[in-house]
């Protein structure tokens, strides 16, 4: 399977906990992007990657949250003191950017599915 | 700032009948609008999207979307429905800033088709 994996699909942790997700993009994709999709709602845009260098981060991002991408290739998000309000479905998505390309096309992962009690 | 609103959160239609899931947008510009299926479990599907050209745009698995600029819509539809249809549908329009894309979406619409 070539398409964009995220790992775990699944985390249940306790208010307070940190927890990491990892993303593998497609491999020769090199804008990486996080969206969050909260129950009953549309995902929002978390943050977006060029390479390695992160471009943009949303305000939805508190100072608990923090992704990486130190090769250009797999990413994570970290999310410290967990609360229950950042329970949601996070997804990863990739895309190669073309010269000359009207859009480049995001391809969405699995999503990793958080739980905190 | 662009926007995107699905204004059904559920369509019911009956297998063989057509269906239409509706969607609004607003932007800044020319729009990029696209459609999404998320089974569950699963990550979210790429159906079509609208750039430029011909106002009506064929996708995936029989979808097509019509696009009207003088009413801002990008309805999704097919000409007949399957049960495998039956998931869960988001309407998205480019945000484009700092020379990239991020998608935004709307709430999305579950579609129950019904044998």
């Known amino acids: 399977d070539t398409g964009v994996s995220q790992d775990p699909r699944h985390k249940i942790t306790k208010r307070g906990q940190n927890v990491t997700f990892r993303c593998d993009p497609i491999?020769?994709?090199?804008?990486l992007y996080w969206y969050r999709q909260t129950l009953g709602q549309g995902p929002e845009f978390l943050t977006y990657f060029q390479n390695e260098a992160q471009l943009e981060k949303s305000r939805l991002l508190s100072d608990r949250f923090s992704a990486e991408r130190p090769k250009g290739s797999f990413s994570t998000l970290e999310i410290q003191r967990t609360e229950q309000g950042d329970s949601a479905m996070y997804l990863c998505?990739?895309?190669?950017?073309?010269?000359?390309?009207?859009?480049?096309?995001?391809?969405f992962g699995p999503g990793t599915r958080l739980t905190v009690l | 700032a662009q926007s995107v609103a699905q204004p059904e959160d559920q369509v019911n239609v009956a297998e063989g009948n057509p269906l239409t899931v509706k969607c609004t947008y607003s932007?800044?510009?020319?729009?990029?609008l696209f459609w999404y299926v998320q089974y569950p479990n699963r990550g979210l599907q790429f159906l079509l999207k609208?750039?430029?050209?011909?106002?009506l745009v064929k996708g995936s698995y029989g979808f097509e979307a019509e696009f009207n600029k003088s009413q801002t819509s990008f309805h999704l539809k097919k000409p007949s429905a399957l049960v495998s249809d039956s998931a869960l549908y988001f309407c998205a329009v480019r945000a484009f800033s700092g020379g990239y894309n991020k998608l935004i979406f709307g709430a999305g619409t579950r579609l129950a088709v019904h044998p």
């Open positions: 491999s020769e994709h090199n804008r």
């Open positions: 998505a990739s895309s190669l950017s073309q010269v000359n390309a009207l859009y480049n096309e995001q391809f």
């Open positions: 609208y750039i430029t050209g011909d106002n």
């Open positions: 932007v800044s510009g020319n729009p990029y």
